[in-house]
Each structure stands twice: as structure tokens, then as C-alpha cells.
């Protein structure tokens, strides 16, 4: 079962240092030949698992919020879990490729995908291959890396002759429109048709299919009005032509990282691996939620131990298998039996000597998934959202929005930044907990502004394929409501939600609103004519003049100290923001808790409150403030259009500089006006 030819590949981290090299050869070909163990195992198909290298540093296993990218290196093999008289045997699948990973199987159970690299400088691409290894084909030509490829179910438009079967997978290759990846991308089943399908800046990992054919996927939320709140990983979901995107769950409970979803077919269950720590091949305690109600049921089934899981593995008898290894910096993972009903790790299944075991597959036929209709029409570049009542809300403060108080929702779209600089953290940070979990560099400008019916419906079209958020409006142009996650529509898609961020069990009430008996308002102008506003643009300069030009408020002057002529740098690698910028940002001195400004919320935001003359009818108790409130400046007021300028500045996350140079992909935006024909 294990040739002679079947040798591992030298990971490429080790060409470098040829002894440890041909050491690291020496003991692979040991645990492949001799060094592998496996319980008398009955009952159990063959299987299917990754075989990985032991750490290429030391060092790395220190690392604590290890890219979830960072596990694809080079030497990992895919093998076969063979039952043999009762015992597994290892049987190399891919030892023509350099490196191989992510295999899933096909319904039929004939066929594997997999992400796979030939020689050493090729991109990770995917590869379909036979059950016994036979016929490799490449089906992807990415000069980025594609990964964690995934048979779903077919795709099929009313007029199709025959539905197409589709593939999902993870690719890196950036487009400009909101990062640089990673995305979902979907593939027809013979390789063609490439597209993109998730449009989230906080990217896509870990896909798998639910019977009706949806993807659930892995995510970053970073809180797109709260910069000094660390991000956390959730699950989305979405169907596989990228309509319908909806939250499945977490994506504001800790822990952080939540990743290796993996569905059973066999029960209720959808599975995945969570921790606040992510370390260079990632694990932590295994978790699930039920399909039926997945926001409402999530058990812990290992909480705690003296080690991590990884990659669980849903059996058809109902049983379950992962991968283990000790909290220790020698220790390997292994592939156990696990008890699905108490957590608790039992029989060893099979282990290495010198590699890793992981992701773990029943190589046999499973059930289908469902095939989906699209309306998705790539030829139109715009869809719809329509909501049916704002004020159907399970969000805290929503019971505070009096019927009617609700005049016109604001769509904004995110656009990728080009470093934490371009939004200064320095003033609300404090303490980072690692690369991963900070707030990235989203900038934010407007599509456009529309307005909400008297019964709090409103019907909207608006760019499709973009990262869009959405912020409920007063009558005096503040945000009341933001939605702190992204969200998009694909071309010619029609989304409708019962409310904003309403019970997802709730059942859309039984009425015909008003907005849409009417046409949608048309939100759909040109990226160049999109506006935004920034502090370095817009704002210091009407400071300069209002505020700490006149000597009221520039150095010296009565506080707030408004000084737009000294720069200052908050963190290494900080472009330089203006002391004005960072007075108004960071805490008032002496004062516990208050702010002059607070991103994202200007109606919380004492600055404001200055500028109109008076605090707004009931702020919540978040937005302290000890000073007796009067209207700034005090013999000539800034006009409405001032105004607005500063209220947006804030509700936008109160940015330093918002412009993108157009070599990075993004138009820079401009001052033309928006839907509703007001100017900046």
C-alpha cells in the first residue's frame, strides 16, 4: 500500500538549511513507512487527510493570531486512510504535487478537489483528481492562490436547457472593489465560468454546503463605526450564486476566531473550531450550532483542555472524528474519535510520527445538496433592497425610535484602504489584541441618501458587487441606527428584510407598505461621483476658519485647543494627523469618559452639540458630557450645509483622510452631489 516512489517532497522552508533538510526527509519517510500508528478500527469508511509538516519555526508556534493563509505551505501531502483487516494504512494520493491540501469529495464519492501546487513557485490552484489519486486536472488558472475548493449544489437560471453544476473555492487575487481578498469565488464543474460571489471586507475561509445548497463561511466583522472595538470571526451565509446574504452566527460573540465549519448530513449539526488564540495551523474547542436554528443553539462540546482540535469530521453513523494535539511545542496532531454527545476524546484513529494529521473526509458517497435558481443577471450592475419597517427591531436603543422619527436611510460604501494611517487607532485603541483582530483601514463614502415612508418602509436600488452598510436618519440628518456590519446585493438580485436587524424568526407581517407600491429610488451614481468626508479636506480647513483661525479655540485659546498646524504621528508607521484632529478624538483631559467626538455616532458626539446649540432630545447615557452646552461659534453659527458636513464627517467614522489615489484601484471621490441633490 505505501511504494517505494510514494517519498514526501523536502518542504520548501528547509532548502535553505540542507541538513535540516534531509533530517526533516528522513523522519517523514519514517512516519510513512513505520512510524504511523492507527487503533484496530471497524465500522469506518476510508478516509481522507492532509498530511502536514511539522513546524517550520519554532518560533511560529509563539505567534498567536496566525493568518488563517498561513497554514498553506510547502510538503503537505493528501493521503488515504485505508481499512485493511482492521487496521488503517496510509496511502499517498498526491506525491506528483509539491504541496496538497483542502480535499473534499464528491456527492458520488468518485471524484476529490483539492488545492494543489506542482513545483515550487506556482500559485496554489485548484486540481480535481480520481478517488485513488488518477487523473489530476487543474481547473483553475489564478495568478493568485485558490484554496478550499467545495462541491455544492448545481446552478440554474428558468431558461437554462440543464442546471450547471457549480464549485465554490477561497481566492486571494485582489480586484479593487473592497481588499485584496480573500473572497469566495464560484466555478462551473468543468472549470469555466469564474466569479465572484462574496463582496465582505473581512474576506471568506472555510466554506462548506448545507443540504438546501447554501455556503456557510468563516468571516472577519470588524465594526465598521467603532475603531477602537477589536473584530471577531462569524458565519455568513450565502447562496452560491451570491444572493442572499445573511448572518448564521457569531458574528458579535467572542471567541475570536471561529473557522473549519464542517455540516453534517447525518444530524442537525453544523460544526466548527473557535479560540481566541490562532496559531500557525489554528485549533481550539470544538462548537455547533443546529441548522434549524442557528442563532439560537450554540453548544460548546469540547470546552477547555489539555490541548486543541482541529478539522471536525461528521461520521454517517453519526459519530465524529478531529484532529488533536497537546499543548505542547513537540506534539502533532492526531485524528481521534470523538463523542458527539459529551465532547469527550476517545480512540485514536491513526497518527504520524513526524507530521501532522489533519482535515480529515469520508472518502464514500453522501447526500446531494440542492441546486438553486439565480435571477443574477451580470450584463446590470445594480439590484435592490427594500425594508418593510426600520422600527421592527430587536437591536438595544431601538425601542427609543418613536414611529416616524425615522426620515431617510444613508447608504454607504466601503472601500479598501491603503494602511491603518489613513484611520488614525492612536486616540482610541489602547492596546491592540494583534494584527488580525484591529480595526483595518475600511474608508467609507456615500452612494446616497432616501427616504423612509411613514410606516418605515423604504425601497432602494443601488450598485451591486460592493460592500454596502446602511444608517437610519432624523429629521435633522443624524444617524439614529447604524448597521456595524457590511452587506451587498448582486446584479438584479431583490432583497427585502422585515426590519433593521430584526428577529431572524420572526414572520414578515402580513401588509402591503408603502414603499414599494412605489418605483425604487435609484442610488446608482458613478464611484467618481460618490462623495465622502474627511477631516484633512473637508473639516480642518473650515476649522481654520471658524474656530481656531479666529483665536477662539487655537493654541492658548479656550478649550478645545483646535491647532491644524501641528502635526503629531499616534503609532510607528503613522502618516501625521493634526493635533486638532487628535484633540477632537481622544479623551477630554480630566473629564472620565467624555469625548468631543464619538465615530460613528454624531448625535452622541458633544462637538455637535455645540454646533446646533443644544443636546438632542434623549442621548444615551454612553456620550457623557459636564459642560454646559452653547452654540459654537457664538455670533455666527455655521450654516446648514456646514453643519451637515461635520454630522457626516462624525456618522462616517469621523476619518482622518478618505481619498484613495486612483492607482489603487478606487476612483478618488469628488464633491459632486448626491441622490438627493444636496452639495457638499
Same mark, same amino acid.
Given at each position: 500500500?505505501?511504494?517505494?516512489?510514494?517519498?514526501?517532497?523536502?518542504?520548501?522552508?528547509?532548502?535553505?538549511?540542507?541538513?535540516?533538510?534531509? %533530517?526533516?526527509?528522513?523522519?517523514?519517510?519514517?512516519?510513512?513507512?513505520?512510524?504511523?500508528?492507527?487503533?484496530?478500527?471497524?465500522?469506518?469508511?476510508?478516509?481522507?487527510?492532509?498530511?502536514?509538516?511539522?513546524?517550520?519555526?519554532?518560533?511560529?508556534?509563539?505567534?498567536?493570531?496566525?493568518?488563517?493563509?498561513?497554514?498553506?505551505?510547502?510538503?503537505?501531502?493528501?493521503?488515504?486512510?485505508?481499512?485493511?483487516?482492521?487496521?488503517?494504512?496510509?496511502?499517498?494520493?498526491?506525491?506528483?504535487?509539491? $504541496?496538497?491540501?483542502?480535499?473534499?469529495?464528491?456527492?458520488?464519492?468518485? $471524484?476529490?478537489?483539492?488545492?494543489?501546487?506542482?513545483?515550487?513557485?506556482?500559485?496554489? &490552484?485548484?486540481?480535481?483528481?480520481?478517488?485513488? @489519486?488518477?487523473?489530476?486536472?487543474?481547473?483553475?488558472?489564478?495568478?493568485?492562490?485558490?484554496?478550499?475548493?467545495?462541491?455544492?449544489?448545481?446552478?440554474?437560471?428558468?431558461?437554462?436547457?440543464?442546471?450547471?453544476?457549480?464549485?465554490?473555492?477561497?481566492?486571494?487575487?485582489?480586484?479593487?472593489?473592497?481588499?485584496?481578498?480573500?473572497?469566495?469565488?464560484?466555478?462551473?464543474?468543468?472549470?469555466?465560468?469564474?466569479?465572484?460571489?462574496?463582496?465582505?471586507?473581512?474576506?471568506?475561509?472555510?466554506?462548506?454546503?448545507?443540504?438546501?445548497?447554501?455556503?456557510?463561511?468563516?468571516?472577519?466583522?470588524?465594526?465598521?463605526?467603532?475603531?477602537?472595538?477589536?473584530?471577531?470571526?462569524?458565519?455568513?451565509?450565502? $447562496?452560491?450564486?451570491?444572493?442572499?446574504?445573511?448572518?448564521?452566527?457569531?458574528?458579535?460573540?467572542?471567541?475570536?476566531?471561529?473557522?473549519?465549519?464542517?455540516?453534517?448530513?447525518?444530524?442537525?449539526?453544523?460544526?466548527?473550531?473557535?479560540?481566541?488564540?490562532?496559531?500557525?495551523?489554528?485549533?481550539?474547542?470544538?462548537?455547533?450550532?443546529?441548522?434549524?436554528?442557528?442563532?439560537?443553539?450554540?453548544?460548546?462540546?469540547?470546552?477547555?483542555?489539555?490541548?486543541?482540535?482541529?478539522?471536525?469530521?461528521?461520521?454517517?453513523?453519526?459519530?465524529?472524528?478531529?484532529?488533536?494535539?497537546?499543548?505542547?511545542?513537540?506534539?502533532?496532531?492526531?485524528?481521534?474519535?470523538?463523542?458527539?454527545?459529551?465532547?469527550?476524546?476517545?480512540?485514536?484513529?491513526?497518527?504520524?510520527?513526524?507530521?501532522?494529521?489533519?482535515?480529515?473526509?469520508?472518502?464514500?458517497?453522501?447526500?446531494?445538496?440542492?441546486?438553486?435558481?439565480?435571477?443574477?443577471?451580470?450584463?446590470?450592475?445594480?439590484?435592490?433592497?427594500?425594508?418593510?419597517?426600520?422600527? %421592527?427591531?430587536?437591536?438595544?436603543?431601538?425601542?427609543?425610535?418613536?414611529?416616524?422619527?425615522?426620515?431617510?436611510?444613508?447608504?454607504?460604501?466601503?472601500?479598501?484602504?491603503?494602511?491603518?494611517?489613513?484611520?488614525?487607532?492612536?486616540?482610541?485603541?489602547?492596546?491592540?489584541?494583534?494584527?488580525?483582530?484591529?480595526?483595518?483601514?475600511?474608508?467609507?463614502?456615500?452612494?446616497?441618501?432616501?427616504?423612509?415612508?411613514?410606516? @418605515?418602509?423604504?425601497?432602494?436600488?443601488?450598485?451591486?458587487?460592493?460592500?454596502?452598510?446602511? &444608517?437610519?436618519?432624523?429629521?435633522?440628518?443624524?444617524?439614529?441606527?447604524?448597521?456595524?456590519?457590511?452587506?451587498?446585493?448582486?446584479?438584479?438580485?431583490?432583497?427585502? %428584510?422585515?426590519?433593521?436587524?430584526?428577529?431572524?424568526?420572526?414572520?414578515?407581517?402580513?401588509?402591503?407598505?408603502?414603499?414599494?407600491?412605489?418605483?425604487?429610488?435609484?442610488?446608482?451614481?458613478?464611484?467618481?461621483?460618490?462623495?465622502?468626508?474627511?477631516?484633512?479636506?473637508?473639516? &480642518?480647513?473650515?476649522?481654520?476658519?471658524?474656530?481656531?483661525?479666529?483665536?477662539?479655540?487655537?493654541?492658548?485659546?479656550?478649550?478645545?485647543?483646535?491647532?491644524?498646524?501641528?502635526?503629531?504621528?499616534?503609532?510607528?508607521?503613522?502618516?501625521?494627523?493634526?493635533?486638532?484632529?487628535?484633540?477632537?478624538?481622544?479623551?477630554?483631559?480630566?473629564?472620565? @469618559?467624555?469625548?468631543?467626538?464619538?465615530?460613528?455616532?454624531?448625535?452622541?458626539?458633544?462637538?455637535?452639540?455645540?454646533?446646533?446649540?443644544?443636546?438632542?432630545?434623549?442621548?444615551?447615557?454612553?456620550?457623557?458630557?459636564?459642560?454646559?452646552?452653547?452654540?459654537?461659534?457664538?455670533?455666527?453659527?455655521?450654516?446648514?450645509?456646514?453643519?451637515?458636513?461635520?454630522?457626516?464627517?462624525?456618522?462616517?467614522?469621523?476619518?482622518?483622510?478618505?481619498?484613495?489615489?486612483?492607482?489603487?484601484?478606487?476612483?478618488?471621490?469628488?464633491?459632486?452631489?448626491?441622490?438627493? @441633490?444636496?452639495?457638499?
Amino acid at each position: 500500500m505505501i511504494h517505494e516512489n510514494d517519498t514526501p517532497r523536502i518542504p520548501r522552508y528547509n532548502r535553505k538549511r540542507p541538513e535540516r533538510a534531509l %533530517c526533516i526527509l528522513g523522519l517523514c519517510l519514517a512516519g510513512l513507512v513505520s512510524g504511523w500508528t492507527a487503533a484496530e478500527s471497524t465500522g469506518l469508511p476510508d478516509l481522507l487527510a492532509v498530511q502536514v509538516p511539522p513546524y517550520p519555526d519554532p518560533q511560529t508556534i509563539q505567534e498567536r493570531h496566525y493568518p488563517p493563509a498561513g497554514r498553506y505551505v510547502d510538503g503537505c501531502q493528501i493521503v488515504r486512510l485505508a481499512c485493511v483487516a482492521g487496521r488503517m494504512e496510509i496511502v499517498p494520493l498526491t506525491h506528483d504535487f509539491l $504541496s496538497a491540501c483542502d480535499p473534499a469529495v464528491s456527492f458520488d464519492g468518485q $471524484s476529490i478537489l483539492f488545492a494543489g501546487k506542482r513545483r515550487a513557485g506556482d500559485t496554489w &490552484q485548484i486540481w480535481r483528481m480520481d478517488r485513488d @489519486g488518477g487523473n489530476p486536472i487543474q481547473l483553475t488558472q489564478s495568478p493568485s492562490d485558490c484554496v478550499s475548493p467545495l462541491y455544492v449544489g448545481a446552478l440554474f437560471h428558468l431558461n437554462d436547457a440543464q442546471p450547471t453544476l457549480q464549485i465554490i473555492y477561497v481566492n486571494h487575487e485582489p480586484d479593487g472593489r473592497c481588499g485584496s481578498g480573500p473572497s469566495l469565488y464560484a466555478l462551473d464543474g468543468d472549470g469555466q465560468n469564474p466569479k465572484r460571489i462574496t463582496f465582505n471586507p473581512g474576506g471568506g475561509f472555510d466554506p462548506d454546503v448545507l443540504p438546501t445548497g447554501r455556503i456557510v463561511f468563516s468571516s472577519w466583522n470588524h465594526p465598521i463605526f467603532d475603531p477602537g472595538k477589536p473584530g471577531l470571526m462569524g458565519l455568513l451565509v450565502v $447562496s452560491n450564486d451570491g444572493t442572499d446574504l445573511m448572518p448564521y452566527y457569531g458574528m458579535h460573540e467572542p471567541p475570536t476566531f471561529k473557522t473549519m465549519v464542517r455540516v453534517s448530513f447525518y444530524d442537525d449539526r453544523v460544526y466548527f473550531i473557535e479560540s481566541n488564540d490562532s496559531p500557525w495551523l489554528g485549533g481550539g474547542d470544538i462548537a455547533y450550532v443546529s441548522r434549524r436554528r442557528p442563532l439560537r443553539t450554540y453548544t460548546v462540546l469540547s470546552p477547555g483542555g489539555p490541548g486543541v482540535y482541529h478539522s471536525p469530521c461528521p461520521l454517517p453513523d453519526g459519530g465524529l472524528l478531529a484532529s488533536f494535539r497537546e499543548d505542547r511545542e513537540d506534539s502533532l496532531f492526531r485524528i481521534f474519535r470523538v463523542s458527539p454527545k459529551t465532547g469527550e476524546r476517545l480512540e485514536e484513529i491513526a497518527s504520524l510520527a513526524n507530521s501532522h494529521l489533519l482535515d480529515t473526509q469520508v472518502l464514500a458517497p453522501h447526500p446531494p445538496v440542492k441546486g438553486r435558481s439565480t435571477v443574477v443577471n451580470l450584463q446590470k450592475d445594480t439590484g435592490v433592497f427594500y425594508g418593510l419597517n426600520v422600527y %421592527c427591531s430587536n437591536r438595544p436603543g431601538a425601542e427609543l425610535l418613536a414611529p416616524g422619527s425615522i426620515k431617510r436611510i444613508r447608504v454607504i460604501e466601503g472601500l479598501p484602504g491603503r494602511s491603518s494611517s489613513v484611520i488614525p487607532l492612536g486616540p482610541l485603541m489602547g492596546n491592540s489584541t494583534g494584527p488580525e483582530t484591529s480595526n483595518p483601514a475600511i474608508l467609507r463614502r456615500i452612494v446616497g441618501i432616501a427616504p423612509v415612508e411613514a410606516d @418605515g418602509s423604504f425601497h432602494i436600488e443601488v450598485p451591486a458587487q460592493i460592500p454596502l452598510t446602511f &444608517q437610519l436618519l432624523d429629521e435633522t440628518g443624524m444617524a439614529r441606527m447604524s448597521q456595524n456590519v457590511w452587506t451587498w446585493v448582486m446584479p438584479n438580485e431583490k432583497r427585502g %428584510c422585515i426590519g433593521c436587524h430584526e428577529d431572524r424568526e420572526l414572520a414578515p407581517p402580513n401588509k402591503m407598505v408603502q414603499a414599494v407600491t412605489k418605483p425604487a429610488v435609484r442610488l446608482n451614481l458613478p464611484p467618481e461621483r460618490r462623495r465622502t468626508v474627511d477631516f484633512l479636506q473637508d473639516l &480642518q480647513p473650515l476649522i481654520q476658519m471658524k474656530c481656531s483661525g479666529t483665536a477662539c479655540h487655537s493654541p492658548g485659546g479656550a478649550p478645545p485647543q483646535l491647532d491644524v498646524d501641528t502635526l503629531i504621528s499616534k503609532r510607528p508607521g503613522d502618516i501625521p494627523i493634526s493635533a486638532a484632529y487628535d484633540t477632537l478624538l481622544s479623551p477630554i483631559p480630566g473629564r472620565n @469618559g467624555e469625548h468631543y467626538v464619538i465615530p460613528g455616532q454624531a448625535r452622541e458626539s458633544a462637538l455637535i452639540w455645540h454646533l446646533m446649540g443644544a443636546k438632542p432630545d434623549n442621548p444615551t447615557p454612553n456620550a457623557p458630557y459636564t459642560s454646559r452646552v452653547t452654540l459654537m461659534p457664538p455670533e455666527q453659527p455655521l450654516a446648514e450645509v456646514e453643519r451637515t458636513l461635520f454630522i457626516e464627517w462624525i456618522d462616517l467614522g469621523a476619518l482622518w483622510n478618505s481619498r484613495l489615489p486612483a492607482s489603487r484601484g478606487s476612483s478618488p471621490a469628488s464633491n459632486a452631489s448626491d441622490e438627493d @441633490g444636496r452639495k457638499k
